[in-house]
């Protein structure tokens, strides 16, 4: 069998960036380059029925190997990496045997023990860093290379035991698209996972609900020498809206269940601003508040200056829990997957959004389990390897769970 390490370096070698801009699915071709060769990796590891849509998704499946009636299982992992550091030409770093000390990436960066002490969870182990250029592409190409090296693995063990297993790989999670045309009944499962989470035993059920707020304010230029009772400066209109907003629901002042409000962009001139949020919440009553908080803010300004702002909310996904509670068995069966593994379980909230929220919504209850990495969508990203290759452990431990539960 091919080391994982071998498979991550490889499909980190390919530039998948996604783009929020485009309007074609997916968002970037370059995507369907990484995506085409793996269907033929996976036709070449024996599953012959491996293949690509129009949109992009890879779907494949392995029968069943036991006379039980087994729920069909499917792991899930996305090609794209973040439009947030730049995704091309990226060279890998292994620091083997890590002792606990800074590591110098290059280009002026360094993981520091200071800033990260999660690094000394991993002494003694081999990490993947970038070169202080680039992100690494650990989220999501770790988890692609885990669900890759599980195939693998049933494919060259016929010995082990499991029930229909279902693998997909989707692109454009990055931008908020990434299971937008993805067809739930042909991917045939019955529970699935992403593999799509941070450090080793991360578990996740739980996610934000998501709203974005695009405001236009609309100003009034005259000549400064001649503005006075009559210039509206849009600029200074956003940035009084801005102050309005709550400062403790900034995300740099929250945790845990702590949803926010956080401004992502402003641009403007005198003429005309633009200004944009996202509104994140678990909780329903508390996320429908924070919507309701900004559109007060914006009539506000109207009432003031006299309809000079527009706002665009929009709801983007939703809390996964009340979709997957009903079917906690793919809880409980990850956790104990986890345990199996040597792992202690961390089960908590994500403080984002995963694919996995808009498939259970869409019926397939899919919880989120660690891929491993850290830091991710920045040039400070790094993997351990030994946390992958637990991964790969946990998938074949559900897969095993689910085959003896059902006999």
């Known amino acids: 069998m091919e080391k994982i ?5 490889r499909y980190v070698s390919y530039d998948t960036q996604s783009d929020e801009n485009s309007s074609s699915q997916p968002s970037t071709f370059k995507q369907l380059v990484l995506l085409n060769q793996l269907v033929d990796e996976l036709r070449a590891m024996g599953i012959a029925n491996a293949s690509i849509d129009k949109d992009g998704y890879v779907m494949a499946s392995i029968e069943s190997n036991v006379d039980a009636k087994v729920p069909a299982i499917g792991f899930i992992a996305h090609v794209d990496t973040s439009p947030d550091a730049p995704g091309d030409n990226i060279h890998p770093k292994f620091v083997e045997d890590y002792d606990g000390s800074d590591i110098p990436l290059g280009d002026g960066r360094v993981l520091t023990v200071a800033e990260f002490p999660e690094l000394l969870n991993y002494k003694g182990q081999t990490l993947i860093t970038t070169d202080g250029t680039t992100l690494l592409g650990a989220d999501d190409k770790a ?19 499991h029930g229909p297993v279902k ?3 989707t692109p454009d999670e990055e931008i908020g698209r990434g299971v937008v045309a993805f067809d739930v009944a042909r991917f045939g499962a019955d529970y699935a996972y992403t593999m799509d989470g941070g450090m080793v035993g991360e578990l996740e059920y739980e996610n934000f609900n998501a709203a974005s707020a695009k405001i236009h304010i609309q100003g009034r230029n005259i000549h400064p020498g001649y503005a006075k009772n009559k210039m509206i400066n849009s600029m200074l209109v956003a940035m009084e809206l801005n102050t309005m907003l709550p400062v403790e629901q900034r995300p740099e002042y929250t945790e ?3 949803g926010f409000i956080h401004l992502i962009s ?3 001139t005198v003429e005309e601003s633009d200004i944009a949020y996202i509104i994140r919440d678990h909780d329903a009553a508390l996320f429908e508040r924070k919507k309701e908080v900004v559109q007060q803010c914006v009539d506000f300004i109207n009432k003031k200056y006299g309809n000079v702002a527009t706002a665009e909310i929009k709801n983007q996904y939703r809390n996964m829990r009340e979709m997957v509670e009903p079917h906690f068995e793919v809880v409980d069966t990850a956790i104990k997957a986890i345990e199996m593994a040597g792992v202690m379980p961390k089960v908590q909230p994500i403080r984002g959004g995963t694919d996995g929220a808009n498939l259970s919504f869409m019926g ?4 989120n389990i660690f891929a491993g990495g850290h830091n991710f969508h920045g040039r400070l990203e790094f ?25």
């Open 5 to 9: 390490t071998d498979k991550f370096l």
């Open 364 to 367: 397939l209850p899919c919880p």
């Open 266 to 268: 402003i641009k403007g």
């Open 383 to 407: 993997v351990p390897v030994e946390s992958m290759e637990k991964a790969t452990q946990v998938i074949l431990n559900i897969l095993q769970i689910f085959s003896k539960n059902s006999h």
């Open 256 to 258: 845990g269940y702590e």
């Open 167 to 169: 693998i997909a790989f």
């Open 143 to 161: 988890g692609v290379a885990e669900i890759m090296c599980a195939a693998e693995y049933i494919m060259n063990h016929p010995e082990f035991k």
